[in-house]
């Protein structure tokens, strides 16, 4: 029996499996909206506190809703001792994102059964955060380093990410980071997280699919493997190294999106902050930086009127350097700063919730009959 | 600005993503294969560890070839120290599908980066059932017992829970349940491990997303809710039961399918397997084959001429409860043997992966002015 071939949607590309009012990527104008607000407004002006509200809420919170707000993910930034001791066993053994991905695993078995209240995307935004912070800290043999109430979400991620109190800078720029990073609309590692709570299974079971999601290369990984590119790079001849890759077929990292087709508008952005920290850079940055914007100059040169600009990934690398963050530290940080985005979808799609299944189209035979073993 | 409506596939449903040969599921006239075989033939002639071998290689395998696969799932089946002893923590903290979920993560984070190799995916298959028989036997109070070297994947899953060596009844039954379980085309869980898999992500992050998707009770939960359902019914009037539930709107649970419309033909042999068993039967269970009997006939009456018929959950409990298995363990042992399944399918999606990103339709605003804390 063999049926009509139907129709097939590979990567289920340009397919719409729902309405949604949170983010707009708008692809072919380089713009990008959470809740409606351009991303270069809430990147100069608002920070990750609010802009979590924003993608929680739909709307920007008065002083009030934001201080209770802020107090919810200061009181969720505790992560229970078995969890730290988990990360403390794992460390050295394993990735960080593995070790991210069994933490958030476990917080929710500890925490039990499905919850669908608001205060549980808080609880996720706010340990996400520590658990990564925790992964850097243990990992740099400085043990677990536990949340100090008086400091706000970012600046409390890098003090237990360092030990130490950060500066006005560093908090600023990594805050505008998870600003740029909270939320993209259907990516894989937000749709991965929709198709596990489709089934109504519990938030904690579909943020772990996000992020096991996001430890792709095609995905998450990209930021980190652009800076190890970008360090390869240095004081090589850059215009062979994109003529050769693009002769091989190979892909330059950085550069290109499935959406966007004009300069991504979080490049932007970064380009911008890495510019601006130069005078106070050490070398390794000032050369990464030498080299990202050489290669952005051949690359658009070459391929810009193909539609293929610097994507968000090209210049978060250096930016994350000047913050002293190692690179296996980058997806990690991409997941504690997507986690609004993640949570948010969830919420929104629980909201008319209906299974998420697929179909594949069946191409082998039928009714083949059963040999036995010995004579086949 | 307001794009044109494009079309919206809720749930997906009835979208194809890819062509695939693993399974046939021919919903219309109830029949079931797994590679070409139906279901029906590899239930009565095959067993577990061949039918893994089907999924994962295509073909049924010759003497030599099974001996090898085999063997290479016995060595696979010790669980390292480190994931026994997180279950005796969880233990009794959490439910054994969210131990089971943050067990199968640390195995992965234990053994670190992205493999493709098959030696991978029969790891898998034979650990999954390993950790769920320890969640059950820690959770019975009978500590982690190590597996039986002399003992084949099914009798040792069930020595492994018990602590016995099984009857030859029992190995048989659950040899033929393990089977009707192993696959089912893309369902939701299957599904969720190809979008983690479409990015690069491994196969342990791969699995443990299905898991996740597989924890809820539009999924996975079924069997378990459908037994509850039983033991609640004892001695009540079923078709007010009935009438009640229909005209209240809601659902009665193990009858209906997405794509059966017929009676399913897995739902066809477990209730074989059930009446086959009444003489020797525990009281409980001749109490609910007595009342899923009953519910069938009801249901069948007044709701198969709407395609809606017993699915593969609603025997499956009582046949559960015939060889002592807790219900809570129902998913979790549905974990354990859609393992193989679900890495075919991920096997099958890396022959030539594309990244799986659907998208949404968006409904909100753009352009919105951020408007400063004073004045909001």
Redesign the interface.
Known sequence: MVDVK???????????????????V?GANG?L?Y????IE??AS??NFEEVSYLLMNGK????SE?ESFRERMRDARYIPD?VAN?II??SG???PM??L??AM??I???K??RSESNSTYIDIISELSSVVAAIGSISAKKGYIPPKDSLGHIENFLYMLSGEIPDKESVEIMDKMFILHAEH?????T??AI????????IY??I??AI?????????GADEMALRMLADLRGKNIPKYVDDTIASGGRIMGFGH?VYKSYDPRATIIKGILESVQSRASEEVRELTKTVLSLEGVMTDKLSSKGIWPNVDLFTGPVYRYLGIPPDLFTPIFAASRAPGWCSHIQEYWKSN?????????????????????K?
Chains 1, 2 share one sequence.
């Not at 299974?355 to 009959?369: A, D, H, I, Q, S």
């Open positions: 139907p129709e097939i949607r590979s990567g289920l590309e340009g397919v719409y499996f729902m309405e949604s009012a949170i983010c707009k708008d713009r909206y809740y409606g607000y351009p407004e809430l002006k608002s920007l919170p008065t002083r934001l078995e988990l066993e794992l053994r394993s990735t593995h070790i991905s069994t695993d476990m929710g078995a500890l039990g059964e609309s259907s990516n894989a590692s749709f991965s198709v596990t709570a489709s089934t109504l299974s519990d079971s579909s772990v699919s096991n999601t996001l430890k792709g290369p095609l995905h998450g499935r209906r299974l998420l299944r697929p179909t594949v189209f069946y191409t082998g035979e039928v009714g083949k009959k059963y040999i036995e073993m010995d086949r």
